[in-house]
Every structure is written in structure tokens, then in C-alpha cells.
DNA sequence: CATGAATGAGAGTTCATTCAT
DNA sequence: AATGAATGAACTCTCATTCAT
């Protein structure tokens, strides 16, 4: 874990580094990265500028350590789901479910998360490394390549275009619960009150992933 | 069809345009809307500032200009498809087909399209009132009810859900290819190669679109 | 001539130009280059920041315009008296009371010359590249060469040396002139009316001078 | 000697006191006086930035101990030449080369003295009031009064612009030691390998010094 | 005495927009 | 209609200095 602030924010009171790094979090998902300002962070978060950039050497690695935080709330997620039992679909239904109420919970860290796929922010991203996304890829191939063995699901599958597919939609879910712009297509594809059953999302994605990996009958 | 730009912008010769727009494009892709830079846009394209103020009433209507032009290519893509004949699976194998060379020919043109996805920019995502999600999702539609109605595809399926699947795994299609980020994160999943073999990707979205869709074997 | 300023500034009214220059040369001296603020001068020259930086690139931009101004004032003096009659002495009287003239005419600009040999600006120097200094050098190793031909000064004299030792003493004076510290050094040593009376101290220096350059008795 | 610390930093150990001062020459030097950053001296010197404000009432504080100490040494130096048998040229011979020892020592206390004389710190150098000038003034007056008394020297010299001349080209002397514009001014004016032969320049400038100060031959 | 976190005025610079020509 | 010089608010970041611990 890289870390992108200083030695003295580990230092100040935990309650502090929350309150900067939640304040931060709601600029930067309202405005952007390039919208956002420190100086209106640093007021609204109660502390000076000058001790803002005691904290972090610039703007950008604020953001990175919001991005790094966000990474291990993630990853404690994941590690959850890899410890826990059940078959394939039962355990991507809880990727799913974790996907939704994370991003029900922290809809602005998610939000930042897909600004950052922004062409101005790639420096940023390349930075990051990919290090989250490997764990995903890696966490979906063990699964998929462990029930084919077991013969649970169709064999002619591409395990990795598959993985692919999976963490999309599950991608995709969560900008509609997060970007102001996918949850209106999201009401555009499925009513206005698409974001009120959370269940009923569930059960249509997981009909059309189970669907896409059970051993299909011919065609016609 | 709303008018963007000024009557002014229309009057000038097409070349004209196409070069002030195309040269926008780079511009927004490159940096992201907040990142742009009106004068150097202007200057790049070869007319000035005054002229460029003449035509666009804000940076922002320059902005929505080149969204609503990229409509316009989407529409047309779209209506083509929906003349076509086919059954409703050749019909998604166009559909993300052409989904990938659009995004294979105008790249930067669908970069701005993610940037739009930011909370910064959602007051013009909602300015453009989601007209194009809208075409999509009445056309996944029909090509849904119509199949089922023949008993092509599982009945049990949430047409309106679906629907938002399919057009979410082409979305994400896209976006690996113009995007840095998604790019990457592609190559994390697929492997090193994963942009070279259009037609394996193809093959592979096809194969999970279509078993999800297919009636399915009961599970066990 | 190098140019560190924007095409924009030669467009504008010499007048306009001048008054910028004057003013910046005025706070540059006044503070020295980091002390020295932009949004300042560009008020008290009547403009705008945003002019100001359409005019220059960056502060050492302006910083640098100044100099090359000096030096082209710098090169004028040196050039007419190349082109004047009299002999060695004559003309190094002459050099003399330019640089006098110079000093007594643009304290400031020669104040701020004697800022860039601060270690700080020691870039800025570099990228001067010494070619005020080597224009100097060559012009009195010529006058020396010359006269030692003509057995009108000292043979045992080493000609590079001696240049060096002539053009520091004239170089001290104009920095007596312009600087408060080396003005007030001058007080010290010659007492205070030191400055009223500049034929007195050209005689003080130029019998000093000659004294050197004469051939001279052995010692003893 | 005025005081320019408080009384706190003449407590602390000899070694501790160096080494601030050491540090502080440094960034001095390298930056200029209002380049230098105080808090990145207390953090190289090893002491807290509050226990610097307890031993300096200011940068200018310590910038001010910085060129007292100077003077000290400097002054210990005169007052060894002074004490020295020799006749004025061999004494004049003796100030050349300790200058030149001294800029070669503390090259760095040198350039602090060299941004001593730029405009924007002039109230400092005015604070200092010349001390030091006065003493070299004095003492080459006495020098130069005495050489004459015994006739030794030109009487038609003006003893006082003399004195200066001779103070100014050591002083350039020093410069062309200590700082990067004057190192390359000399290189100029003498050739690329001016600062490798520390005899040849003592030697020519005793010459021309010399030749200056004896009585002279009618010109012509 | 010593510490170093905190302050905040102020620096250089950018850029959307206006408007006289 | 076209130009492009001009504007100035707003931004990121620096650093001398203070003061609670």
C-alpha cells in the first residue's frame, strides 16, 4: 500500500483524518478532480490551507489517498466474499450485493472512482497501477476455472471474457447507483423506480449471469 | 434535435466546422471538460476567440455541440441496424459490431462521452435529457418482446433488466476502447494481447450475451 | 539577440512597452528578482495580469526582456567608442565616463544587474550566456594588443589580466554609483561628497590606470 | 559587535551553534536571501523551527549573525596583516592573498556577502554601517599615507581613490572566487583555465597594482 | 527550554469571457 | 462578421512566524 500523504497526517487524530478525507471525498465527487478547490476543502474540513498541505504535498495526493482508502474498504469487501462458502453463483450474488451496498453506502468515493477513468486523470490511474482491478480479475478467474472443473457451468466459456463481463455489470450497477448521468439511463431502461427494489435488480442480474454460465441448451 | 451553437456556426462552410469541432474533440478528450481550454481550441482550429464566441455562446454549448453531433452518429448507426434483417441475436452481434468500430473510428469522441458521466458535468448530461439512452433502450426492447414472443429466448427473464445488461457490456466494450483506464484494466482481465483480436472479444461477449438470453437447462 | 518575450510585445505602442519595462525595472531594482511582484508592476504600469502574462511567459521572462534591453544600451556605448579616434588612454577615459553616464543615467537597470549575480539567479546568467562580457573583454585585449605593438604600454604586463583588472575598476565604480551598499563604501573611503564630484574621481582613476599601464621605472 | 542573536543561541554548545550557522551559509548562499526557507534551515541544521525563533528573532536575525560572524573573521585576518612586517607591496601582496585564501575557504559566506549588496536587503547592509569598510578604508590610508611619506609611491596618486581602486580590484577578486556570474566573467576575460593558477593571477594583479603606484615615468 | 503543528497572507499563473476595432 | 488584446477572479502552493503542549 503506496502511501500519497505525509508523515503528519498519520499523526493527527483519526477523527480529524476522517472528517479531511470525507470532506475531500464530497468536493471531489460534486466538482471533479480539476473542479474541485483545496482552499474550500481545507475551510469546510476546519483546517488551514497551510496545514492541508502539511498533510499532502499537492492536490493530487489528496486525491490519491482518498483512492487508496477507497481500495481497502474494497478489499476488505473482496477478502470477505473469498472467505466465505458457497458455489459460484452464490458467491458472485454476494459480489453483486456488496458491489450495491457499497455503493449505496459511499456513493461519492464511487463517484471519484469513475471520474478517474477521465483521459486528463490517466497519469493518476497508471499511478494506481491496477493493483485493485488485478485482485478482482484474479479473485473471478479462480472462481470460474474452479466450477468448470467441478463441471458447474459451460465449458465452451472464455473463463477470462467471461470474468470480464461479470465485473461489468457489476461495474455498471454500481455507476447507477452513484453517477447522476447512469442513474437516469438506468431509470430510462427500467422505470423511475429502478433504484427502489434493490432485490429485484439483484434477481435480474443474477437470472441473466446465470443464464451466461450454466451449460446451455442448443439453439433452436 | 436542440441547437447547441448559434445560428452563426451554421452559416460557415462545412469544412470549417467540421475542423473547429474535430479539433474540440482532441481538446475535451485529451483534458476532460474543465481542462480544456477555449483560446488554445480556437487558436488550434485556426479562427480566434472573438469568432469562436460568435459561434458558441460558452465553452459549455461548445461542449454540447460535439455531444449532439456524436448523437447523430449513434442515431444513424442505430437506425441502420434496426433496418436490418436478422434474428435478435444477429441483430446484438451488429449491434456490438458497430459499437466497436464506433469506438474503434471516434475514441476521443466517446472518451468526452465517459467524461460526461462526472458529477461535475451532470446539469448537461441531464441539459440532453437522456434522448439517445432512450432510443437504445426502446430498440434492446422491441428486439426483446418480439423474441420472446416467438419463444427465441428464456421467458423468465426481466426484458427491461436484460435489456440494461446487454447495453451495459457493449457500454463497458467502448469504454476499454478509448479509455486509459478501462484499457488497462481490460488487459488485466483479458491479458496483454486483449485489443488485438477484435473478433475474439466479439465471439466471447456473444457467447455469455447469448446463453444468458437462450432458455436455459434447469440448474443441477 | 535572443527574444524572451511574446510576439504580443512588440505589437503593442513602444511607449506602452516602455512604461512596462521602466515600471518593472523600478520594482526589480527596488526588491531584487524574488522580491519583486508581478501583479504589482503590471498595476502600476496600468495593465492587467492577464496582459502582463500575454506579454511575458513568466516573471524571469520579464527579468530577462530587461537585460537584453540593458545590453542593447550596453552594446550601443561600447560601439561608439570603438568607432572613435585617440589612443589607449583616451579611449579608456572614454570608457570611463560611459560607464559613469550609464550608471548616473539607469541606476536601477544596473542595480538589477548586479542582483543576477546572485547564486539564486546564477540560471538566469547562464542563459545570458556572457556575451555582454565577451563583447567587453575582446574590445580591451584588442586596445592592449594594440598598444603594446606600439611599445606605448608596459610589455611586461599580461594583457588578459590587465583587461580584466581595468574593466573590474570601471565595472566597481558604476555599482558605487547605482548601489547603496557600494555607495556608501564609496563614502567610506573617499568621504562623503565622493559622488558630487564625478571629474574628481575619473582623474583619481584614470592616473591609477596609467600609472599601471605606463612602462615603469624598476622599483628601488 | 552588535548582536544580532538572542541570548539563548550563546548558550547552546559551540559545536551546535556552528552547525546552524553552517546550514544556514548554505541555503543562503544557494538561494539568496529571499529564496532561503527557514524552516527547511532548522530541519538541515537539526534543531526544531521553534528553537531556531528562540536563538533568531528572524530570518533577518539570522541572516545579520551569518555576515557578523564574517566580520570577525575578516577582521582577525586584517589584524594579521597589519601586525606583519614589509614594505606596502609586500603587505598589499599579503591582503590579495588572504583575500584570495578566504574566498576560497568560505566561498559561500562570500556570495551571502555578494546578495548583501543587492537593493532589497540595503537596509540591512545599512544596519551594518560599514564597520568593516571602515577598518579596510583606515587601513589602507595609513598604508598608502606612509609609503608616500617615505616617497616610495607617486605622490601625485590621490591616496584615497587609490586606496579604493586597490580595495575594488581585490574585492573583484573575491567575486571571481565565490560567484557562478563572476567565475564566468573571469573565464571571459582570461581564459577557461583562469581559477587554476592562483599564482599567475596574484602575480599579475600586483602588477598592474604595482605599475599604478610607483612613481612613473613622464608618458610619451 | 524545546517542539512542530498550525496559520494565512500573498505569490505566480491560468483562462473564460468581453469588446473596441 | 471577424479579430485578438484585455480583463481579473480564481486557482494551487509557499513560508515566515506563532503558540499550545
Redesign the interface.
Known sequence: MEKYHKETFSRIPAEKQQRILDTAVAEF????F??ANINVIAKKAGISIGAMYKYFGSKEDLFLTIIERAHGLLEEALDDIDHSPGDI?QRIEMMVRAAQRYARAFPELH?IY?????????HM??KLS?KM??IT?RFYEKLIDSAMAQGRI?P???P??????I???I???Q?SYT????R???K????PDALLDDE??V???M???????????Q?G
Open positions: 465527487a460534486a466538482n471533479g480539476p473542479g453463483f463517484q469513475l471520474d478517474l477513468t477521465s483521459e486528463g486523470l490517466s490511474s497508471r491496477g482491478e488485478t480479475a459451460d465452451r466459456l472464455d477470462r471474457v467471461t470474468a470480464l463481463c465485473d461489468n455489470l461495474l455498471m450497477l455507476y453517477s447522476d448521468y447512469f437516469e439511463r438506468m430510462i431502461f427500467i422505470g429485484k435488480i434477481r435480474g442480474m437470472g441473466f449471469i446465470k443464464g451466461a454460465l450454466l451449460t446451455q441448451k439453439p
